[in-house]
């Protein structure tokens, strides 16, 4: 959680959620991870300037996702792909 209130949740079979209050109010993101397809997630980390990512275990490996704006969008930054 960054200190102006930008925050996740990684659940270990569950969606991702994002805080932008503080933790007074929670919201699902499960296009960025879900339990239907994903093993859950490792890592997630926000900062001040509405800036996040997270490490999550997907069925074929694992991908690191970024938000620009405190969890509305986010994109894959990269994937990592079982052996």
Same mark, same amino acid.
Do not use: C, K, Q
């Given at each position: 959680?960054?200190?102006? #209130?930008?925050?996740?949740?990684?659940?270990?079979? !569950?969606?991702?959620? *994002?805080?932008?209050? @503080?933790?007074?109010? +929670?919201?699902?993101?499960?296009?960025?991870?879900?339990?239907?397809?994903?093993?859950? #997630?490792?890592?997630?980390?926000?900062?001040?300037? !509405?800036?996040?990512? *997270?490490?999550?275990? @997907?069925?074929?490996? +694992?991908?690191?996702?970024?938000?620009?704006?405190?969890?509305?969008?986010?994109?894959?930054?990269?994937?990592?792909?079982?052996?």
């Amino acid at each position: 959680m960054s200190d102006d #209130g930008f925050g996740m949740i990684v659940e270990d079979r !569950g969606p991702l959620y *994002v805080t932008t209050d @503080g933790g007074s109010h +929670w919201t699902a993101r499960p296009r960025v991870a879900s339990p239907a397809n994903d093993g859950g #997630g490792l890592s997630a980390v926000a900062l001040r300037s !509405g800036v996040g990512f *997270v490490l999550v275990r @997907g069925a074929a490996g +694992w991908r690191l996702s970024s938000t620009p704006d405190r969890g509305r969008t986010w994109r894959i930054v990269h994937r990592w792909r079982y052996s």
